[in-house]
């Protein structure tokens, strides 16, 4: 007897599927699905066409907003898709019509959109089992019609600590919407790192330094969120919050105000890595990194000098090479008086243009050429100088004056030129002979 009931039941079955397949409103959805795959197969090859970067695969080590772009190309379909059979169930209702089968299209079409998302742009393997097997269960329930009841079934089982109410349904909020917000801050965050990193007006150390705070800025909002999702009153946070502020802005007072120099300097660009500077209290050399409290300040002789940021800003700061890496020094050397001084600058002007380091040529401007000049006049002799222009600064493995005293030297020597040194004449007034006296008894 249960078997003629089965067999019974399995006809009954297959004679309404027949109806169902053979009727005329299965027919026209039926083809109204397979249009709207082929247009919006149509339309997204065209769309996809008129944005290259849609359509082209990126290259090894693009940027990431042309690999963020060529994977939304690959979902322009699946949103088509979805668009039109939306808008075909909503017409078939106007039209006093039962679009079961587009109904049924669309909610395979969005979970199937959403599964190849989640493959395409989730790269945590936890983030997207969870997505895949809570997310989408949710999703779908949401658009059978049946998730409110779900809701409420989950609401009422619930526990009490003190005044506080536990529900499974909140649980399984925070849960799902925190993981969600868990990854949506770590994709931002890498792809705002890797818009700051990839930006070419920035040097390295502003890059990262911007990187840290936009992804301290990215985790604070999300916390923020997750706080809300989870029903706790944000303004009694934000009253406690502002009292732990200010004792942490009385007792930290100090790194506060470097933390915020550092930013300062990063934005208005007054000190890049690679200057050379010269602080009030006298340490000089090179800026090679700036952390949040302070700066390290590498000198000729392999010293790192940390300097905290806030000395930047209140204190004398000389930056031999913020605007241009050009510097004029001089070098000092003396010469007899029986000099012919014009010939002579001549000659030490062509010597020192010859050094490879020394900017000089008829290309370059007549200021910034080697210039020899009289100083002063000395007890010996004359005093003379000899300027010049050079990349970089005179020290270092970039020593150029110790080489240019020398070509001096060796080019004065060279044309027969005396180099004078202190002399003094002593004369004797008394010029008779001195006797000495025989006082021994």
Known sequence: MITDEVASLFERASNTAQDIIFSPDFLWQLLAIGLIYVCAFVFARLIRRQVPFMDAPPDAGAHALRVLGYKLGGTVFPILVITFLKLSATLGERYQLDPWLLKIAFI??????????????????????????????????????????????????????????????????????????FWLGRASNNLGQDMIRSHTALDITTKEVMAKLFEVALFCIAFLLLLNIMGINLTALAVFGGAVGVGLGLGLQSIASNFISGIIILLDRSLTVGDFVELEEGPKGFVREFKMRYAVVETYDGKDILVPNEKFISGLLINWTHKDPKQRYRIDFAVAYKTDIRAMCEIIKNAVAEHPQVISGEDVPFEERPDCEIDSFGDSGVNMFVEFWMEGIDDGKNRVGGDLLLTVFETLREHGIEIPFPQREVRVLNDRPLSFTNTTP
Not at 122 to 150: D, E, K, N, Y
């Open 108 to 181: 395979i079409a969005v979970l199937i959109f959403l599964n190849s998302f989640i493959r395409a742009f989730v790269g945590s393997q936890t983030v997207a089992l969870l997505l895949r097997w809570v997310g989408l269960p949710i999703i779908f329930l949401h658009m059978i019609g049946v998730l409110p009841v779900v809701v409420s079934a989950l609401e009422s089982i619930s526990i009490e600590v003190g005044n506080v109410d536990i529900s499974a349904y909140g649980v399984v909020r925070v849960i799902l919407f925190g993981a969600l917000l």
